[in-house]
């Protein structure tokens, strides 16, 4: 009995890094490094999980700088210039127009659990 007990303990563990890395859905384009080129205007993107039904979000940065993600489901951050919001496997990141010179960064980190994944969208200023 008892090495069964230790059988099922060791067989249910979660060992770290065994988490499977978030997958995506999205019409999308960007690079092999998930940056996506925002033009001056803006624009909305939409990310699908493939492989996990619920996830939120670890992290947003905008020019380096922390957005305010709600303490409540961490599912929504409305920066200065971006707005990030999930609703059950589906991450909607709106970019607004660039009427600086200066280009931006807005970095994203999504998580559902042990596991994260990284976008960053780079918008041109408006003389670039």
């Known amino acids: 009995m008892l090495i069964l007990s230790i059988f099922v303990f060791a067989a249910c563990e979660s060992k770290d890094g065994d988490w499977e890395k978030m ?26 999980c493939t492989n996990y039904g619920s996830f939120w979000l670890s992290g947003v ?19 200065k210039w971006s707005s990030v919001k999930i609703e059950k496997n589906v991450m909607t990141v709106i970019v607004f127009p660039n009427n600086d010179n200066r280009n931006r960064l807005l970095k994203v980190t999504p998580t559902a659990g042990d596991i994260f994944s990284y976008f960053s969208f780079n918008q041109a200023g408006k003389n670039d």
């Open 23 to 48: 997958k995506w859905g999205t019409d999308v384009k960007m690079d092999k490094e998930k940056i996506i080129t925002v033009p001056v205007t803006g624009g909305t993107y939409v990310f699908k």
């Open 61 to 79: 940065l905008e020019d380096d700088r922390d957005v305010s993600i709600d303490d409540v489901r961490w599912e929504n951050a409305i920066g």
